[in-house]
């Protein structure tokens, strides 16, 4: 399907990294709302699309993909005459909007070489004038309102801000399908534990997951599902070797859609600062989240039923520049993560799960 003539055809600018796809859904759903005849396109990297597998209110993908350092790339315009075709078959399709919500003077050169005539997004990198209305980008407020400005700025109601997130009945047999396998039984409870991060020096350390672990089998007589994808399975197998007993293993082994659709059978995920946080939270599973070098206020899980540890030291948040900024400490990471202790995460989980021991 396509535009029809005389449509109105709306581009939305907002690629790269799994956590800010799934941030920008209410945006959406707000814009879909106030603009419910129009066509609209969301410009994105091609592996993010997944997450939002069925998200009713956007018309069509358009993927951006060029080489970069911050976030896995097919490198599909790698070159300046890819990037040059690109341009050309956005211009080609006569766009009347454009909302840039990346801060970075190149996606607002996408928007203004694309052709629309209006253009909205954050006043940042000395780009203003490349847009026709812009709004502060504010970084103590999280990321979700950032986004919903842009619509604000643009005269554009916003009357809600949850997340969200659409799963197949076929995904959800796939679960179902899954833990039968693994011998739970129906209303047994099942804690997921996503001990990754992009880079791994975010993440809490790997001997404080195995603890947490093997208390909360010993205390409560759950299973542990640990979660990941292929470049965890060396650290996912360390794990498993050291928790008792192991571990149900979904790490490498199932795409995100089916990783998505595990994460609704589970009473609580345990997880540090990462993408699956935020799609366990468009999932409305509580979790409980482990944060360090970033801002809790302006990434936190978006979600009623999610606690977050974090040890707000005087350098927090800081740049993540490792480890110019702070020393590492005897295991390699830094102070703010080695702050949370073992105890305070048992405490925090405890509250959410709300059962008394075995």
Request: aromatic content about 10%.
């Amino acid at each position: 399907m396509s535009a029809k003539p005389g449509q109105k055809k709306i581009l939305v600018l907002r690629y790269r990294f799994l956590g800010d796809t799934i941030l920008t859904v209410p945006f959406f759903r707000n814009l879909r709302r106030a603009e419910p005849d129009a066509w609209i396109v969301w410009l994105v990297t091609p592996g993010s699309t997944d997450v939002v597998a069925g998200i009713p209110y956007v018309d069509e993908f358009i993927h951006w993909d060029p080489v970069t350092t911050y976030a896995d790339s097919w490198g599909t315009h790698r070159t300046l005459g890819d990037k040059l075709g690109f341009i050309r078959d956005l211009r080609r399709r006569r766009f009347d909007k454009a909302y840039v919500l990346k801060r970075s003077f190149s996606s607002a050169i996408i928007a203004f070489l694309s052709g629309a005539r209006e253009r909205v997004g954050f006043a940042t990198e000395g780009r203003s004038f490349l847009l026709t209305r812009k709004t502060p980008y504010l970084h103590e407020q999280h990321e979700v309102q950032n986004f919903l400005d842009v619509l604000r700025v643009d005269g554009i109601p916003v009357i809600d801000d949850y997340l969200e997130a659409w799963l197949s009945a076929g995904e959800q047999q796939f679960s179902e399908d899954f833990f039968s396998g693994a011998g739970v039984a129906p209303g047994e409870r099942v804690i997921a534990i996503h001990p990754f991060a992009s880079n791994q020096i975010r993440a809490w350390h790997e001997d404080g997951f195995v603890t947490v672990a093997n208390r909360l089998q010993e205390r409560y007589g759950c299973r542990i599902l640990l979660v990941g994808g292929g470049r965890d399975r060396v650290l996912g197998e360390y794990l498993r070797e050291r928790i008792t007993p192991p571990p149900i293993m979904a790490i490498g082994t199932t795409s995100l859609r089916q990783t998505m659709a595990l994460l609704t059978r589970c009473t609580l995920l345990i997880c540090n600062d990462s993408g699956i946080m935020h799609l366990g939270a468009s999932l409305k599973v509580p979790l409980v989240a482990l944060f360090g070098p970033q801002s809790p206020v302006k990434f936190g899980p978006w979600s009623t039923n999610c606690r977050v540890i974090h040890s707000d030291l005087p350098c927090s948040p800081c740049k993540q520049k490792f480890f110019t900024e702070c020393l590492p400490s005897g295991r390699g990471k830094p102070e703010c993560l080695e702050a949370i202790t073992i105890d305070r995460l048992l405490e925090e989980t405890e509250q959410l799960l709300n059962v008394d021991p075995c």
